[in-house]
């Protein structure tokens, strides 16, 4: 009996195995292309309204986003009575940017201020070494430049371990040989 159990078995995989037919499947291209859609836009009235099909485009590199996905040019076009810079506020569910325009339609200077989003890698890294065994709880991100560049920026957070709290200052370090400096 084992022996007629263990031959239906093996000529069951055999079987099986024979009809298995490989399939040859054309190539296939994907492409990535988190861009911004307009979902409605009234420049004479100063409305434009943004929705990210990529949901950290937007806190990711605000100034980029706002280049690409803001026309200055038309809304300036659209205003008649335009005199000196123009301020531009971009908005998402945890934080805005600010940025200034001057007649050309060129950025002057930018602010940015976030909240609750996920750190940079260095910057983690540099908050757990500093602090094991705390828990942070909410932070904040602030950064402003001049043109399209960011010249300062700094991290808040709150850090947490059991019932003590405490607030920590961080300043990523534009230099190579230091992360970021603690204040």
């Not at 040859?24 to 929705?51: C, H, M, S, W």
């Not at 200034?100 to 609750?116: A, L, M, P, R, S």
């Amino acid at each position: 009996m084992k022996k007629i159990i263990t031959l239906i078995l093996v000529a069951g995989w055999v079987l099986s195995s024979y009809s298995q037919r490989i399939i040859q499947l054309e190539e296939t291209r994907l492409n990535f292309d988190p861009t911004a859609e307009i979902v409605f836009e009234d420049y004479a009235n100063g409305i434009v309204k943004v929705k990210e099909k990529f949901s950290t485009q937007f806190r990711s590199d605000a100034i980029s986003f706002m280049k690409k996905n803001f026309d200055i040019l038309r809304y300036m076009e659209a205003q008649d009575n335009i005199n000196g810079d123009i301020i531009v506020t971009a908005k998402c569910s945890n934080g805005y940017i600010k940025a200034t325009y001057n007649q050309d339609g060129e950025i002057v200077n930018n602010y940015q201020k976030f909240k609750n989003i996920p750190l940079p890698y260095h910057v983690r890294n540099e908050v757990y070494s500093q602090n094991k065994g705390w828990t942070m709880t909410s932070n904040k991100y602030i950064a402003y430049g001049r043109s399209d560049q960011i010249e300062k920026q700094k991290y808040i957070m709150t850090l947490e371990r059991g019932k003590e709290k405490t607030k920590m200052k961080l300043t990523p370090s534009a230099s190579i040989s230091g992360v970021a400096s603690i204040d």
